[in-house]
């Protein structure tokens, strides 16, 4: 891991624009999409994160041929001669479970190392394994990995006990080239499973419903490549406008589908922040006290869980107390006591926080505990009296494409 640390003097006002990068969930569930695929693809708009560098490691370990050139990827996964994740892959980053339906579906086989525990709470594959079982394979666990095995995926009808974003993606794409038709129900809606329904349908698949609760995957022989372009980073662009409400800022984000931020536009707009929205923009600007108000994590369209630390840490510059609950994941809450270190009051019981203030924010030396809680510490940092360092940013560095002279170029005093 990179020792590297993110400097920030805190107190200059976000102003100017940002253009977003493409999504990093579109495009790790996308990359993972061209195992199925006997011909190359071309993925567009690709971020440039550590996680795509880890992916693209995976892939090639399988047997895949991986390029970059510029902002675009090159996949050829013609020939595959291994199927299996290993240990230092799947704990660089939980994704990576996500080859396990196109492997399955395209050789009958996958080996994938369990995910473990990490900073955001145990997170089990059980709705994966359930479905593939229900297509036909057995899984078997031994030695700390998960094998699945099938002489042919079978279409079957699957009930997700929770619209699970990554069962969803791996179980379309597991059904993309099984015989006959899936019907997954209680699906997760958000606009990355639609992203990967549309890569799936360009490569000659047939998939309906992606963005509601039922999504219809009828099985096709084969899938050939094709051109992608990947949506653009809904949480990239949220960060930013919390970063420039929590600056009392004027910030443009270009590269926006307004549509994918509307819980967090209406909860900016609550605290009191003006939005205006453009075709494929967003401007924020903030006059006068921001306000507190509460906000509960819910798979999509509620409000992302995704942003719950950015938003904890705007609410610890609001007037008031603000109650936020977290129902996605267990655990997810280890920002607060980095953010306690720099002032800020917040009182954790169970799956909620109660943030009060507005508090004093002062400069001092944090440590991401994940890539969503390494951004909240920027965003504190940013209206933060005197300096902050913010170590551990190779987790950051997992979601985050070109941060630093993304934030400079709009007036943040940041440095690496
Ligand atoms: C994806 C996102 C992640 C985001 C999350 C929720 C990617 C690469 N990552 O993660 O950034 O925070 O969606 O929006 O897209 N669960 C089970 N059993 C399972 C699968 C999940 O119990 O088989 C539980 C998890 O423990 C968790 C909840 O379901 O509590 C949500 O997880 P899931 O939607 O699967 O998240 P990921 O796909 O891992």
């Known amino acids: 891991m990179s020792e590297d640390k993110i400097i920030i003097e805190g107190g200059h006002r976000l102003k100017g624009s940002i253009t977003v990068s493409g999504a990093k969930n579109a495009v790790l569930p996308v ?20 996680d795509v560098e880890v992916i693209s490691q995976v892939l090639e370990s399988l047997g895949a ?97 929770f619209p699970s974003v990554g069962a969803t993606e791996n179980l379309m794409m597991a059904a993309a080239l099984a015989k006959g038709t899936t019907i997954l129900e209680n699906t997760a809606e958000e606009p990355e499973i639609v992203d990967l329904a549309n890569f799936l349908n360009a490569m000659g698949g047939r998939v309906r419903g992606a963005g509601t609760k039922i999504i219809k995957i009828e099985g096709v ?17 949220g960060s930013y406008l919390i970063a ?4 009392g800022g004027d910030l443009i984000v270009e590269n926006v589908i307004p549509d994918h931020l509307k819980p967090v536009i209406a909860k900016l707009e609550e605290v009191g922040c003006f939005i205006y929205e453009g075709e494929s923009s967003l401007q924020i600007k903030t006059a006068g006290p921001l306000q507190a108000v509460d906000i509960k994590t819910l798979p999509y369209p509620g409000f992302p869980t995704d942003m719950q630390a950015q938003f904890m840490a705007l609410m610890t510059k609001a007037q008031g107390a603000s109650v936020i609950t977290e ?41 991401s505990t994940d890539l969503r809680a390494g951004m909240a510490l920027v965003i504190a940092a940013l209206a933060a009296e005197g300096t902050t360092e913010v170590g551990n940013i190779s987790l ?10 993304k934030l400079q170029q709009v007036g943040a005093k940041i440095r690496r």
């Open 31 to 50: 990359i993972t999409a061209t195992l199925l695929s006997s011909t190359p693809c071309r993925i567009i708009d690709v971020p440039k994160l550590a």
């Open 65 to 161: 041929k991986v390029s970059f050139l510029d902002k675009d990827l090159y996949v050829d996964a013609s020939n595959l001669s291994r199927c299996e994740a290993s240990d230092d892959m799947v704990r660089k980053m939980r994704a990576s479970i996500l080859v396990m339906g196109p492997l399955l579906a395209r050789t009958g086989k996958a080996k994938v190392s369990m995910p473990g525990g990490c900073a955001i709470g145990t997170r089990p594959i059980d709705l994966h394994l359930k479905g593939f079982e229900a297509m036909g394979a057995t899984i078997r666990k031994e030695h700390g990995y998960v094998l699945a095995e099938t002489a042919g995926l079978k279409g079957a009808r699957i009930y997700l006990d």
């Open 221 to 237: 022989p084969e899938l050939t490549g094709c051109e992608h372009q990947v949506i653009p980073d809904r949480i990239e662009a």
């Open 327 to 367: 129902t996605v994941f267990e655990n997810r809450f280890m920002h607060a006591e980095e953010l306690r270190r720099m002032g800020a009051d917040i009182r954790i019981n169970g799956r909620s926080a109660v943030v009060e203030g507005p508090s004093h924010l002062q400069g001092a030396a944090v440590k």
């Open 244 to 247: 420039a409400a929590i600056t």
């Open 396 to 405: 950051i560095d997992r979601g985050y494409d070109n941060l630093v002279e």
